[in-house]
């Protein structure tokens, strides 16, 4: 044949549920070629995340992203998924991005491509490339909003008739719906509550009110389709904070269990997180090297040393799941999550605890696969007040614990929320 | 799936008149109180079984692996698959199982004890589904619009019960997608050159090998292999030439000729995206007649051909070919009837009843060719025209170009895997209905459809790729 074959790059499957893999692969390339093979993003505000790996194809001319090593780029080593978590905004793009899906019912649309080389892949036309959706919902996943009694959210039910168990899915202090989580839990067979009870950007501090939790409690429960007894509540950093306080100072709610990821137990008196620093001398609210960066981790262990005021946790007597990272720069979850078990030794129900701390892991751990936010944009409410907010955690671990955290999370809310286990067991 | 601004209330209404839910296994349970809008409530409420396909979009010609967990241990439940075909017509399987000593079972591993298939089957729902009681007759699916998917509504029931005489109660469900189509390959309709058919061509800069994709005297104009092809990197042209709105002529002959189907094949050379001596004919019926009379054309360079159950020649020539059944159609003296009066149109293509001018010269055939037979075809002679084939590359000193696949149970229609197979279908409607016998049984044709898609593949692999 005269012509030269063409490289067939194709990843499979092209359509999959965000925590689910793919695999890469480019054959017909030259053996011992290098090549990058890249993916790249436009989110639904219109920046552009790329991730990208350099490979030498082998003697048969293949590229395996699931076999072989990247050799640099933004992930080295055998990464199946590097091209996806690694992903960071293109080169030009606006600073201190986070990615977060809004539109549940489309996927992230990415498109893989390989390049002839490493150095100055970007000058060169594709040699091939590939599109791959990626998904949050399930097909025949119910979405449905709810503003109800005050109460504003998106409820998401899976297909089919139930009784399913439930999670009231609570972010953090950053405030506005984000429902990207609770869409993937209902795809996993929970219903789930994906909660607004900060708004993003108020002027005036936010005071949900304890009526607020009740009644969004409330909701769930009386969901035809929801077993009313197997709710229980996922949150991250402040929702974390929502989430023991609901526990343990409120017995008519009773979740069956919780997941907390990034753990805040100091109560908050105004439901901000601004009182934080308004209490906490100057001296422990750290810049960074950057400009107006954010760290807020010396703050909480000033907050932790200075006795304020905790949630009772020795109250809560259902399965907790702690899930922390030990280079979150935000808060210091970890040793939160110490003084937590302490305080449920010293109630006798340290057997409740799971805990995961997860080396260099950072504040957002998100649905695996999710780039790593190093630090983003933040808007602090009650001010105004626009700051880059350090996360913290370094790209490869942070990703792992993403992957490891969600297989756990599943695991533990399947025993607790499916099953029927006995007080004492553990995942 | 999307509603926006509606109450919790207003939806717990519609679902209690929809829904006649009752607890599983009211006798075993304690069931659950629930009080709306109090807190209080009494023993613990079982929740529905965990049923799971992964992964739940998928391209047709890949598996899905169904699983359910959260059941009673050793207790028998119906998996029941329904979809709606793109004419509205409803097409659904199910099949019985057993639970094992952990309340789960698992498509992949375990055995059908009943139903539509019969044992081990981890494509069973998808590819032993009928139409439904009460559907319309004489029916086979075939995908219209290829952009789209078919949407598979995947149920569990409580033990071995038959979805039709008494549903019993759903427990659990789950909605998988099945696609034609993967993400970024572009359908292009053409209409040039007096050519009629749809280009679909893979995502990225190409250039692609191709295939030229025809099917049989059923007309229209088929896209559902063509897609899939071009959503395995493939670039290809399926082709219209009889019963279609936009060819010439009137729709049950065909008016097109020798130069109709040349100018298709250099329609794909001339396409920036495709490589020009990549490029090869894949046929089905008289599809494959005319893929190896059109590979043999002169000035015709294929890189490889397909042919499945079909005939070496026509039983006249290919121009004015009457498609319907007029009474004095010459053809019909080929024709047998079974029992229902369904015609089989078998003896037609036997090689012997060909016309002998149509019959390609085989021993001209430069590359390598692949012929697919169904042993139950009833529709082709495809035994006796692979043989043919065969006695005649042998004779010419060919014989490693060619590869045949044959599939005992298998009938015509060999189309992409985990397909429903129609053993009959209409033929025609006007001027009268008529039924034909297209053959096959459903779990050797299912194996038939998921192996020769998967050779057919890799020889295009091999022949267009290397």
Known sequence: MSQAVPPVLSVQPSRALVDEKFSVQVENLPPGCPVTVRSLYQSEDKDFWEAYGHYVSDHRGTVSVSEDVSLGGTYTGKEQMGLIWSMRPAPGSREGLRLRKRDMC????????????????????ALASALVERWHMAPGVQRIEVRERGVQGTLFVPPGPGPFPALLDLWGGGGGLQEY??????SRGFAALALEYLKADDSKPNSPGDKYFETAFEIIRAHPQVAPDRVGIIGLCFGTLVALSLAAEYPMIKPRCIVCLSNVHHKSRKNTVTEFPEEVPERFKTVGAMENVLVWRDMGLAVLKMQHPKIPVGNIDCPMLLINGTDDQNWPTVEVASDIIKMMREAGKESLVTRVDYPGAGHLIEPPFSPLFRATNFMLSGTRKKVMMLWGGKTKPHADAQEDSWRRILSFLQLHLYGDPSPKAKL | MFRSHVSVTTIRQVVEINTKHRLFSPGKLTPGKRIVGSMRWESSTRPAPLLTATPVRTLVDEQTCIKASFLPSNHPVTVCARMRSDEGDLWQSFAHYNTNSSGMFNLNSDHSVGGSYSGCEPMGLFWSMQPAPGEREGLRLRKKCVESPYTVQISLLEGHVSPNQDPGKEVAAVTA??????????????????????????????????MLDMWGMGGGLPEYRSSLFASRGYASFCLAYVGHKDLPGPSNTVNVGDSYFKAAFQFLQEHSQISADRIGIVGLSYGCYLTLHTGTLPGVKPACLIGINGPVGSSRELLHVNVTTKKSDQDQVFWSFDDQGYIIFKQTSLPSNLHPESIVKLEEITCPLMYIVGEDDLSASSIENADLIEKTLRAAGKSHLFTRLSYPGAGHLIEPP???????SFWVIKPEKLMTLWGGHPAPHAAAQEDAWRKMLAFMELSLRR
């Open chain 1, 106 to 125: 489309t996927p992230m649309l990415v498109t893989i491509s390989v390049y002839r080389g490493h150095e100055d892949f970007r000058d060169q036309t």
């Open chain 1, 181 to 186: 989580r609770a869409a993937l839990l209902a």
């Open chain 2, 418 to 424: 985990y397909s429903p197979m129609s053993r009959a």
């Open chain 2, 177 to 210: 997608e099945r696609w034609y189509m993967s993400p970024g390959v572009k359908r292009q309709e053409i209409r040039q050159n007096g050519l009629v058919g749809t280009l679909f061509i893979p995502p990225g800069p190409g250039p692609f090998p191709a």
